[in-house]
């Protein structure tokens, strides 16, 4: 199938099947271009290509909701673009999502055919409670932007219309069914609503040309909640009585039948055994179930929002506050030796590549001092010694880098005396050679000593930080843990105190006035009905006794005003009872109400002082922690420091050893002097 975005104008090609089929149309995938086989189209029967479901589509795509991020954006399948056949309207484009419908979280038991990822959402098992409060804060968080926009509203929200994976990501779709308002008017209507999910209006209401609000998702929103938790309706129970004929849930929720209602429990035959774990939940959220479901039902405005069960279940999402002054890898680099001198070459090259051409250019000067030597020899005792010991030097075994040394200018009669001197360079050079070796070896084994010293120091380092680490937060989780279960902390929304005093002033308060009005308005009429067969009696005694004076001739006048005067003088006896108990009830209206305001304000003092108590106790757990970090990274900087000035030391005297090796045997290269070099390194 062939169709064309209608912005782009560029040709899309679609699979020839759809994967999914509805009332409204079929889901297909896009084949070409690959740019946009993210998603999907949805094409509409005939019937339903509509221009005021066009103009609709066209509104959404350029009216999004605006989110804080591409995680939030998936939370939604909002259309994307608008595709035509032949220059008509056939569709549009939205994001393809993968998952299976809430429902399958919505009831009491898993359905066999999930796969054993989703065994860890199954009611009763460890962490399951947790995940699933999780799901709804996405649910919360994906409609709290929604309704940011104030144009649009879901109207048929229902578990049917959200998609979940394994992981708890969640996504709306059917987004083109919404309502679309403009302040209190409706620009495009919602196609229909669920009755199960929609709240009590929705049976008695008449609609007009107003728009629905936000309020009327709120209900839906808590009734999706409340199945995700405890996997069953909030409405769903046997009633008796006179409503012993509303088995629907649909009638139950018209007639606001709700099970934790203390009000209504005589209605009830059998409340299933499901709805007592309602009881074990955090009480927050059972404040926030009771507020929508109790006083949400008369009063639309007093149901949770979804910014404010945002705030309830998005307490565990927030990241404690992480303290570290561990440092960074770069500050833990050690110092890495040079173990080469300028003229290391000296002692690490051969004998013959570095001395050859020098001891053939300084070959006649040597055979001079030689000759010389012989003959000065032979006018000293010294030089008779000498020549006597003659035959032993000559014996002097040459190593073979000598003995290959072809020296032309060095007649054979004295080259044995030259080989010597020749020889005394070269035991030189091997010696220090081999030194240098030794000490370059050793050196280099120094230095990975030091590093090993280092790496296991460092080790020890990350490890004691990481320990911190977890101490800190171990001991944040218990102060935020124990004050999370203060009894006036939990009972209210909110992470902060001044969230839970917006949360007391708007939602609470208002609440809570409500009732007082209620109860007073009862009183008043309990009163009035209790007082009024007394008032209609004294009435009626009054009248009688007036017809049966006028029946009789002989009364008198002063008969009637006798009369009068009892019944004004009864009459007001009642009006002042009346008068009295209205005065007493009006005056414990006000006295409640000024005990609830005042009440109000000691909750946020308390509440202010829940919280300043453990922000002092985390601020002390910062600053000791801070303190053992910081003393770590003294130490580590300390025995780097230390390390460094070892390895600095060793580069510095490896360094000096070389130049003094180098100069040795420079120096010895240079004059070739048998007694000078023997004098200084002992061969002699």
């Known amino acids: 199938m062939k169709v064309r975005h209608t912005s782009t104008h560029e040709m899309l090609i679609l699979e020839k099947t759809p994967f999914a089929q509805g009332g409204e149309g079929s889901l297909y995938k896009v084949l070409t271009p690959i740019i946009y086989q993210h998603l999907v189209a949805k094409i509409y029967h005939s019937n339903k290509r509509t221009k005021q479901r066009q103009h609709k589509l066209r509104y959404l795509i350029e009216h999004p909701p605006v989110f804080e991020s591409k995680t939030q954006q998936q939370l939604i399948s909002w ?88 992981n708890g990501l969640i996504s709306l779709v059917d987004m083109d069914s919404i309502e679309i308002v403009a302040g209190n008017q409706v620009l495009f209507p919602a196609a229909m609503a669920t009755p199960e999910f929609a709240p009590p209006e929705f049976h008695v209401l008449q609609r007009s040309a107003a728009a629905l609000p936000i309020s009327w998702d709120a209900f839906s929103m808590a009734i999706i909640f409340y199945k995700i938790l405890l996997g069953i309706h909030p409405f769903a129970a046997t009633t008796k009585g006179r409503y012993e004929t509303a088995t629907g849930l649909g009638e139950k929720l018209k007639h606001g039948l709700y099970v934790h209602n203390k009000k209504q429990q005589a ?23 009771n507020l929508c479901f109790v006083h949400g039902i008369a009063k639309p405005t007093a149901r949770p929002s979804a910014e404010d069960w945002c705030l309830v279940f998005g307490e565990e999402q927030t990241p404690d506050k992480q303290v570290s002054y561990q440092l960074e890898p770069k500050e833990l680099d050690l110092y890495q030796p040079k173990l080469e001198a300028e003229n290391s070459h000296w002692l690490t090259g051969s004998f013959e590549e570095l001395f050859k051409r020098r001891i053939q250019e300084a070959a006649p000067s040597i055979l001079k001092r030689i000759k010389k030597e012989q003959q000065n020899g032979l006018l000293s005792v010294k030089g008779l010694w ?96 124990n ?3 203060q009894p006036l902390w939990k009972a209210f929304v909110g992470k902060t105190v001044a969230r839970k005093q917006a949360f007391l002033k708007q939602k609470y308060l208002p609440v809570q006035e409500q009732d007082l009005a209620e109860t007073y308005q009862q009183k008043t009429k309990v009163i009035d009905t209790f007082y009024q067969p007394k008032w209609e009696a004294l009435e009626k005694a009054h009248y009688e006794r007036l017809d049966q004076i006028n029946k009789n001739k002989k009364q008198t006048v002063l008969k009637k005003q006798e009369e009068e005067t009892h019944f004004v003088k009864e009459r007001q006896l009642i009006i002042e009872a009346i008068q009295s108990e209205k005065d007493a009830a009006k005056l414990e209206y006000t006295s409640h109400k000024k005990l609830l305001d005042f009440s109000i304000k000691n909750y946020i003092e308390q509440l202010e002082a829940i919280e300043s108590n453990a922000a002092n106790q985390i601020k002390v757990i910062e600053q000791s922690a801070t303190l053992k970090f910081m003393k770590l990274a003294d130490d580590a900087l300390l025995k780097k420091q230390e390390l460094n000035r070892r390895l600095l030391d060793l580069e510095t005297s490896f360094k000096k050893l070389v130049e003094e090796s180098v100069d040795r045997v420079n120096d010895a290269a240079s004059h070739l002097d048998a007694t000078l070099m023997a004098d200084k390194i002992g061969l002699g």
């Open 79 to 166: 259309p994307m673009g608008l595709l035509e056949q032949g220059q008509r309207f056939v569709g549009f484009l939205m994001p393809r999502v993968e998952g299976e419908l809430l429902e399958v979280l919505a009831t009491a038991k898993l359905p066999k055919s999930l796969s054993k990822k989703w065994q860890r959402f199954k009611l009763g098992t460890d962490g399951a409670l947790a995940l699933r409060q999780k799901v709804c804060f996405n649910i919360a968080v994906a409609l709290y932007h929604i309704h940011e926009t104030g144009h649009y509203v879901m109207v048929d929200l229902k578990p049917d219309n959200i998609l979940i994976q394994p």
């Open 267 to 289: 209605c009830f035959a059998i409340i299933p055994p499901l709805h007592q774990a309602f009881y074990k939940l955090p009480t927050v959220l059972q404040y926030l179930f």
């Open 386 to 481: 000498k020549r006597m010991a003659q035959p032993f030097q000559a014996k002097i075994e040459y190593s073979t880098v000598v003995q290959n040394l072809s020296i032309e200018e060095i007649p054979v009669k004295w080259q044995p005396f030259f080989y010597q001197k020749v020889q005394l360079l070269f035991d030189l050079h091997s010696q220090k050679k081999t030194y240098y070796k030794e000490e370059d070896l050793a050196a280099q084994l120094k230095v990975t000593e030091l590093q090993a010293e280092w790496q296991a120091y460092q080790s020890t380092y990350f490890d004691k930080c990481h320990q911190l680490k977890k101490s800190y937060r171990k001991k944040c989780f218990e102060v935020n843990q």
């Open 483 to 485: 004050r999370n279960e």
